[in-house]
Nanobody, 115 residues
């Protein structure tokens, strides 16, 4: 099994910053593609950012210029650095990793941005 664990969520004021971490362990050999999603109560889960094994990144329009996704291939770790946070960024943030055709999800970490 592949285990995925997010951390780093919390309460932050609008305009502040948070850094989320995602650690993959278990039977994983490598992360092909990593994703950060978020989900607000009553809303569908939405894709925030992606990063490939080669380091290519993509962001949702709402995240561009404010969020940065990165990874450490040697340690199977991924991060999401968030700046200039807004109240609409509030939600549970989930880490997803794809490895050899398998998809694994973390259980999420709560991010709350107060205005």
């Amino acid at each position: 099994q592949v285990q995925v664990l997010e951390s780093g969520g919390g309460l932050v004021q609008a305009g502040g910053s948070l850094r989320l971490s995602c650690a993959a362990s278990g039977s994983i050999f490598s992360i092909n593609v990593g994703y950060w999603y978020r989900q607000a109560p009553g809303k569908q889960r939405e894709l925030v950012a992606t990063i490939t094994s080669g380091g290519t990144t993509n962001y949702a329009d709402s995240a561009k210029g404010r969020f940065t996704i990165s990874r450490d291939n040697a340690n199977n770790t991924m991060w999401l650095q968030m700046h200039s946070l807004k109240s609409e960024d509030t939600g549970v943030y989930y880490c997803r990793i794809d490895s050899k055709g398998r998809v694994s999800w973390g259980k999420g970490t709560q991010v709350t941005v107060s205005s």
